[in-house]
């Protein structure tokens, strides 16, 4: 177990004044069997009215909204938590075939299928997996995960949040997005539910992006970061889940005024002692 302090600012600059400022966070941590916080201190700036909600897939959302007219806009969330190496358990009445169907985000390009077809054959597979993994949708997922990591090249600027598995796919090239959604794809592909996962790794710069898949054998749900070729441990704090990106985008919001926009993020965790 690792006790974690957690630092998170996102700052919104605005070349004019924009008004009738709504917004959706999804930047909160909540406790759960693998992360417990200690403590979460939340400052949105400017702000009128702030609420908390959940979405569909039982995310924590922080929304509100600012009327007046501000040419700033500012969201810190700070806090402590401790985190361990657990799994989530599957929850009675779960809709895992939800996660077993792609998105827009994750459809899988013929360029795709072929890749799949000539990397992840089952006998080659079995031989392949050390002897101290299973052969079930982990010790899959493992080997689809270093799979990815060996031919995939991390690399900002190539992508943005719009670019699809099958996009990013052609280029071998892209950001934690783009590996998590690729690996979903190949997964579901196989007929694995698998989830995409927003949250916090120590040492990161900026949010950071992977994916969980379920074991039916166990009814549990295992995290693999293929961006770093990681299990997930207790160095990663989860803040959301869902389909893909857009279910688990941290901030978005809408506004009036013609404007160009800027953001700024600020990421810090660190282990204390």
């Known amino acids: 177990m690792k006790y974690l302090a957690f630092f998170y600012e996102t700052k919104m600059a605005y070349s004019s004044q924009v008004s009738s400022h709504y917004f959706s966070i999804k930047a909160l941590p909540e406790t759960s069997i ?16 702030l609420f908390e909600s959940r979405d569909a897939f039982g995310n924590r959302i922080l929304g509100g909204h600012t009327l007046e007219p501000h040419a700033d806009f ?30 827009s985000l994750t459809e899988m390009s013929d360029e795709m299928k072929e890749y799949v077809s000539d990397s992840f054959i089952p006998d080659k597979m079995k031989q392949e997996i050390p002897d101290y993994m299973p052969y079930n949708a982990f010790g899959i997922g493992d080997y689809v995960m270093k799979k990815l990591y060996q031919d995939f090249s991390y690399e900002s600027g190539v992508t943005n949040i719009k670019t699809t598995a099958a996009q990013a796919f052609l280029g071998h090239r892209g950001v934690c997005q783009d590996y998590a959604h690729i690996m979903l794809a190949f997964l ?12 916090f790794m120590i040492g990161e710069g900026a949010t950071h992006a992977w994916i969980e898949v379920y074991n039916e054998e166990d009814n549990l749900w295992y995290g693999l970061d293929p961006t770093n070729n990681l299990w997930i441990d207790e160095n990663y704090i ?22 160009e926009e800027t953001q700024e993020i600020t990421l810090k965790v660190e282990e204390i002692k």
């Open 34 to 49: 693998r992360q417990k916080v200690e403590e979460l201190h939340v400052t949105v700036s400017p702000m009128e009215e």
């Open 74 to 103: 500012q969201v810190v969330v700070e806090g402590k938590a401790y985190v361990n190496n657990k799994r989530e358990q599957g929850k009675a009445g779960e809709n895992l075939a939800l996660y077993k169907r792609p998105t």
């Open 188 to 199: 579901r592909f196989l007929g694995y539910s698998c989830r995409y996962v927003t949250g």
């Open 238 to 259: 989860v803040l959301a889940r869902g389909r893909d990106y857009k279910d688990c985008i941290v901030n978005k919001g809408r506004f009036l005024g013609l404007t």
